[in-house]
């Protein structure tokens, strides 16, 4: 497999000092935004202008993660944006291959994102429609929760189909990633690792990138 892939979650950085707060991670592969509308989640975060600012501030493609309802309506302008891969929840959507491509007509990687309690399998069929599969090991709405590792079944049954070249996607997990956690979710077959209180919560978050990445990759 390539080298892990490290995305620092910013809803564990200063929102006053987001630029810096790219900056302070350079060398990570994504930079990953969790926009939240108080709806699907019962929490507020920030939406396209404040992506349209940071895609301005830094070189990092964004890896943007939308807990959101209507993800038909509100998904594609992130992706027109220039944001590098947009994911959206599949429970959000009744016809998540329509948002996935109007995602990917408007330039961006698409990505289906799944909560710790759905199921994979219905969704594996719809899987080649998408760039990266986004599992989430914690309820998504806050960072600083604990592992969920009943969840990595389910990157093992994706990894299964991308090495056997049924899938060609990034096996992406998002929730709890830590030193103590990162390195069963890489022996489950993630490629890519989202880390925002394991990254921002330290003294040197480029540092904390580097060393997750090299557990990920022992
Ligand atoms: C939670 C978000 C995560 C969150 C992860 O809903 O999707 O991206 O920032 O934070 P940690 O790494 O602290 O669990
Ligand atoms: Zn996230």
Redesign the pocket.
């Known amino acids: 497999m390539a080298q892990p892939m490290i995305a620092p979650?910013i809803?564990?950085a200063d929102f006053a000092r987001l630029a810096d707060e790219a900056a302070a991670v350079h060398g990570s592969e994504w930079l990953?935004v969790?926009v939240m509308d108080a709806h699907f989640?019962p929490n507020l975060t920030l939406g396209l202008p404040v992506v349209k600012s940071l895609l301005a501030a830094t070189d990092i493609p964004l890896d943007c993660?939308l807990?959101i309802d209507d993800p038909g309506r509100w998904a594609p302008p992130y992706a027109e944006a220039g944001a590098y891969n947009v994911t959206f929840h599949a429970e959000a959507t009744d016809d998540p291959i329509a948002v996935a491509k109007d995602i990917r007509a408007a330039g961006a990687r698409a990505g289906l994102s799944i909560k710790p309690n759905t199921p994979i399998e219905p969704y594996l069929e719809i899987l080649k429609n998408f760039d990266t599969l986004l599992v989430m090991s914690?309820e998504?709405?806050?960072?600083?929760?604990s592992f969920i590792d009943a969840v990595l079944d389910k990157a093992r049954a994706v990894r299964r189909l991308v090495d056997s070249g049924e899938l060609n996607l990034v096996v992406e997990i998002?929730?709890?990633?830590n030193a103590d956690t990162i390195t069963a979710a890489a022996e489950a077959g993630v490629d890519c690792f989202?880390?925002?209180?394991?990254v921002y919560n330290t003294d040197d978050p480029a540092a904390a990138v580097a060393s997750l990445r090299a557990a990920a990759a022992a």
């Open positions: 979650s809803l564990s990953h969790d989640v993660h807990m914690v998504p709405g806050f960072g600083g929760q998002d929730g709890g990633i989202v880390a925002g209180s394991a």
